[in-house]
């Protein structure tokens, strides 16, 4: 049986790039791998529209975020942080074990941060060093509008721009420079279509500064060290060496398609699958849909379990469930990385064809017939 891989991480990985990846490994102190991380951070750079510097790092991507609260902040720091799902989460419990003064804003599942919330936050607490954003958050497929938020952020504090661009960064349009964020994160198994295992951190200057004065006890996960590594297009450990020489050849395909072409073509395909669950009558979960990742409600009368059982027994096709409160009740198609028009024609095939076994009424070719008719007028 093929296997179909329809997750916001693990994405799939393109067979050039797994056909460099199983090449003999390299030295990570030779010329040969200088040549390849060059590269890689030059086309980083193009990918997170920046001049700053975009930093490997060899770990997932929470550490690529822990790295930020460590290396940009010391203990006692305010800092504002949305928690709107899973991830949002995750970036108010991790900063408080380092002893940050966290202020949580809390957003409903599905829903997104509003400039309203921003500002009544930074206004209540002037001392702000930094505020984090999740750009999509992944768990309830809400994307944010960043561009904006960051504008106010500028606006009306000193505060630190911090991106969670995990399932973002390849799928959404993102201008670091031109926007003013200060730090992005995302991680290498979600629209970079390789493996999990890197990390990648792109700073501003006034981040950089930062992590002169940082007090925050911190030693692998040292931006300050992995800066410093950088300038020679070198890092301070050892690489995850094969997912680099993996990276080069993904990010050579984005350049080749150009960014703009990658970031409409997630528009399309998101489009399309909302269209194609739309047209068979099932419900969207997320007011302010990501480009990456699509969540739906399970149709009422249908069991989930039975429902992705038979996705993965009988197509092969591994889709997300919901998180926490919605167990069971939503699940979550990602069109995130490696994905044409044609794969989203099979998702949605699949889908029928599941529903109408677990006793849905529809009219079978409704969605696909969604899809194609999105596909074609955009
Ligand atoms: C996947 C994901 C993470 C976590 O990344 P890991 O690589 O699993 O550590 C964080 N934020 C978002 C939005 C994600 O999608």
Redesign the pocket.
């Known amino acids: 049986m093929k296997k179909r891989l329809f997750t ?2 693990p994405t799939p990985i393109p067979e050039t790039v797994m056909l460099k990846m199983a090449e003999p490994i390299i030295h990570h102190r030779n010329p040969e791998f200088n040549e390849i991380f060059t590269r890689v951070n030059k086309n980083l750079r193009y990918l997170f529209q920046t001049e700053q510097p975009v930093l490997t790092l060899t770990c ?4 690529g ?1 822990e790295a930020t609260f460590v290396s940009l902040f010391s203990p006692g720091d305010t800092i504002i942080s949305f928690n709107g799902g899973k ?1 949002g989460e ?1 970036w108010v419990k991790m900063p408080k074990v380092y002893g940050l003064n966290v202020i949580e804003i809390k957003v409903e599942w599905g829903k997104t941060p509003t400039e309203e919330q921003l500002l009544k936050a930074l206004h209540e607490h002037p001392e702000t060093k930094g505020v984090y954003l ?5 768990s309830t497929g809400a994307a944010t509008d960043v561009k904006k938020l960051a504008k106010v952020i500028r606006e009306n504090s000193n505060a630190l721009v911090c991106v ?1 661009g ?3 960064i390849g799928a959404h349009e993102m201008r670091f420079d031109e926007w003013g964020i200060d730090a992005c994160v995302t ?1 290498s ?2 629209g970079l279509m390789i493996p ?1 295992g890197l ?1 990648f951190v792109a700073l501003s200057k006034r981040a950089v500064a930062a992590t002169e004065s940082s007090k925050m006890p911190k030693f692998y996960l040292d931006l300050k060290r992995a800066l410093k590594s950088y300038e020679g297009n070198d890092t301070p450990w050892t690489p995850a060496v094969s997912l680099v020489v993996g990276v080069d050849a993904a990010l050579q395909k984005i350049v080749e398609e150009g960014i703009e072409n990658v970031w409409s073509r997630h528009r399309r395909l998101a489009n399309a699958i909302r269209a194609g669950v739309s047209a068979i009558g099932l419900k969207l979960f997320s007011e302010f849909p990501s480009y990456a990742v699509t969540p739906v409600w399970v149709p009422e009368g249908v069991e989930w379990k039975q429902f992705n059982k038979i996705l993965k027994g009988k197509f092969g096709i591994t889709i997300a469930g919901g998180q926490d409160d919605f167990t069971g009740k939503i699940f979550r198609i990602s069109h995130l990385g490696y994905y044409d028009e044609l794969d989203m024609i099979t998702m949605i095939g699949a889908l029928e064809l599941t529903l109408k076994e677990c006793g849905y009424k529809f009219d079978l070719g409704a969605g696909v017939k969604g899809v194609l008719q999105s596909l074609a007028s955009n």
């Not at 999740?134 to 992944?138: A, G, L, N, R, W």
């Open positions: 916001p991480g997932s991507g929470t550490g975020v991830f995750r999740t750009h999509s958050e992944t969670d995990i399932t973002a991680g198994q979600k999990p990390a």
